[in-house]
């Protein structure tokens, strides 16, 4: 091995923890030489994110030490991990209480090196070691039980084969990378395994999905990125993301379904937002990153779905899960270009109506190659009914509900499942001849202006409501409840005359006929239109609503004119039962929530906007994840 070639000036200032004990209170930054220390055993105090303890060492000695709080997010975020540089630039050194030795307490650094391959040693030569250190200083594995952590395994007979980085990196661009030798000699970490204070790993992924490559622009200027999922032989995944450099050397070499031992990546905690892969961590790969091929074990991703019925979707409204959506493809749009407000660019766009056996259908927006591509070859065969399967879908409230593909969504066509014959099978059948409406559009109502959102938007409970006089104060306020019709006052006025042009209130005409003043006209007929309160409960509390005729409608059962009719032709008591009857059902409602004047009294009124009834599986789903969410904050 040529490993005495390979020069990387990264190591530690010999002496350097004397250096530290023999200044241990520095007067001033500027009086500080150059100490560069090894970070060993970096670890969290208890559970805390913010305060890191380490051994400071210096290849011969080793010195408790604390890194400042500050410094945690370099930690957090992978820059320093476990056996990384630092260089002090400020510290004390304090007594511990009761104990001979001193600590270290780092009060200013900054990295040299997020990680190194081991453990510094300089007390023991060894020549074969391809340690990145400066010549003359050595590399030592500590002990067999120590070798695992290396993350290779050594060939018997003979100690050491560990590559550093750079080597690897050499022999991958004078494209003689032995995979299949590197493969036996190299310990591989489960992903499962991995954590942001572990500095060195290898990990042996396949590559089960592959985003674009696409630009941003942010206040630190431009870029691009694309991110990939890895999946090991655990079946974990997780999902790592390139920038710049990183992004254009590793995007022409992750090819999909292809088998990559990769190290030198670094890991931070997962933004749970927009999940796709049950990861505590995330990974970032820069350009010394590792990724190197593992030939002949290509193998075609199979893609889990975990597919969600369109008359399901109303729980995953704006929620943090991504969903995955299997149907028959109804309608497909041109493209439009959308600009993207934030740079000006802009984005192709292709809006598809997806519909399933819940004969209920869905708007689902492709994005960039997805809209020019697949949406084309859609658009090309939208005659013949084809089924698909989309894999991470976000769901957003626009009319209602409404789906929009992410970069790292894919879409095949009359993919090879079951779910596709029994599709197929349903539509042929049945779902051709039915009609079929948008999941949405029982979910809004269809005259709110700023509230047509989603039953699971901004749900609350009524004493939210009404214990909080401000709401309302200012401009109306919109919530989504879950509520039982408690009681229907019968002795209110429930209906006003209307008139049949334009639902305004008409007057009894001079002579006969009704009068509207709005449409200035006199009719001879009118219909009779809801207006009325109900009384709602839920666990925390009532309220009166105000209800008018669409969603009074859904509760009555029947409408104004007809619960007129039953009133006047079937006496009192059918009247009476017909009101009982719509007593104790629960209603999903979206509610407005404003302020009224009347005679000088100013009060909060809470108007139903629209109405849906309870789906149990729904509101479960909705409800888990509201649980979902607590836990994980
Ligand atoms: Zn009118």
């Known amino acids: 091995m040529a490993s005495d070639q390979v020069e990387m000036r990264k190591s530690v ?31 969290p105090i208890g559970s805390s994110s913010t305060r890191f303890t380490f051994m400071a060492s210096d290849g011969k000695m080793k010195l408790k030490a604390m890194l400042p709080t500050h410094f945690s997010s370099e930690i957090n975020s992978g820059k320093l991990q476990n056996l990384g540089l630092i260089r002090i630039l400020d510290y004390t050194c304090n007594s511990i209480p009761n104990q001979p030795e001193k600590a270290l307490i780092v ?36 002990s067999d039980a120590k070798k695992e952590e290396l993350g290779m395994s050594l060939k018997p007979k003979q100690e050491m084969v560990t590559k550093s980085a750079v080597q690897i990196v050499r022999e991958q661009h004078g494209n003689a990378a032995p995979a299949a030798r590197l ?26 999905n592959k985003g674009n490559l696409r630009s941003y622009r942010n206040a630190r200027g431009e870029g691009h990125v694309f991110n990939v999922e890895l999946t090991d032989e655990d079946g974990t995944q997780i999902q790592a993301t390139m920038f710049n450099e990183a992004a254009t050397k590793f995007y022409p070499k ?43 074990e290509a193998f ?24 995955d959506l299997i149907g028959i493809v109804q309608n497909v749009s041109s493209t439009l270009s959308i600009r993207r407000k934030s740079n000006n660019d802009t984005i192709p766009k292709r809006d598809i109506t997806i519909a399933d056996d819940s004969n209920k259908t869905v708007n689902v927006s492709l994005w960039n190659d997805l809209a020019t591509d697949v949406g084309q070859q859609l658009l090309d065969m939208v005659d013949t009914s084809p089924v698909v399967a989309i894999k991470c879908l976000k769901v957003g409230d626009f009319q209602g509900v409404s789906l929009s593909t992410l970069s790292r969504s894919t879409v095949v066509i009359n993919p ?44 609350v409970f009524l004493s939210q409501i009404t214990d909080d006089p401000t709401l309302g104060q200012d401009k109306p306020a919109f919530f989504s409840i879950n509520v039982y019709v408690s009681f229907i006052k019968p002795d209110q006025t429930m209906w006003y005359r209307a008139c049949k042009t334009c639902n305004k209130k008409v007057t009894e005409a001079v002579g006969s006929g009704y009068w509207c003043e709005s449409c200035q006209k006199n009719d001879d007929q009118c219909s009779l239109r809801y207006i009325m309160v109900v009384k709602v409960s839920d666990p925390s509390g009532e309220a009166w609503l105000s209800v008018f005729n669409e969603p009074a409608e859904k509760i009555m059962g029947c409408s104004a004119d007809e619960l007129d009719r039953v009133k006047t032709e079937e006496g009192d008591e059918k009247y009476q039962l017909k009101l009982k009857e ?21 009060r909060q009124r809470i108007t139903v906007r629209a109405e849906a009834p309870v789906d ?14 607590l836990s994980v904050s």
């Open 300 to 323: 075609v991703p199979e893609t889990k779905y975990n597919f969600v019925r369109i008359d399901r979707l109303g729980a995953y409204v704006n929620g943090r899960e991504l969903v």
């Open 13 to 43: 200032t010999p002496g350097a923890v004397s250096m530290l004990l023999s200044n241990s209170s520095p007067d001033s930054p500027s009086d500080i030489p150059e100490i560069i220390v090894q970070v060993v055993d970096l670890k």
């Open 183 to 208: 493969a036996m000699t190299r310990r591989v970490h489960p992903l499962a395994s991995l954590n942001p204070y572990q500095g060195n790993w290898t990990i042996k992924v396949r590559l089960t």
């Open 416 to 459: 090879d499942l079951p779910e596709t014959k029994k599709l197929r099978s349903w539509y042929d059948s049945e779902g051709k001849g039915t009609s079929m409406a948008s999941i949405g559009s029982n979910l809004i109502s269809p005259n709110s202006k700023t509230g047509s959102r989603s039953m699971y938007s901004d749900r």
């Open 616 to 629: 149990c599986a729904a509101e479960s789903s909705y409800l888990l994840e509201e649980i979902h969410k």
């Open 254 to 296: 992750f090819e999909l379904g292809k088998v990559y031992y990769i190290s030198k990546g670094s890991l931070r905690v997962a933004n749970k937002q927009f999940k796709t892969v049950q990861n505590d961590y995330e990974m970032t790969l820069n350009e010394n990153s590792i990724v190197e091929e593992v030939e002949g």
């Open 107 to 142: 009060t200013k650094c900054e990295i040299v090196c997020p990680s190194l391959d081991m453990e510094i040693k300089s007390d023991v030569k060894k020549e074969e070691t391809g340690i990145i250190l400066k010549p003359k200083q050595e590399a030592l594995i500590k």
């Open 582 to 602: 719509a007593t104790w059902v629960p209603h999903l409602f979206r509610v407005s929530v404003a302020y009224t004047e009347f005679m000088n009294d100013r």
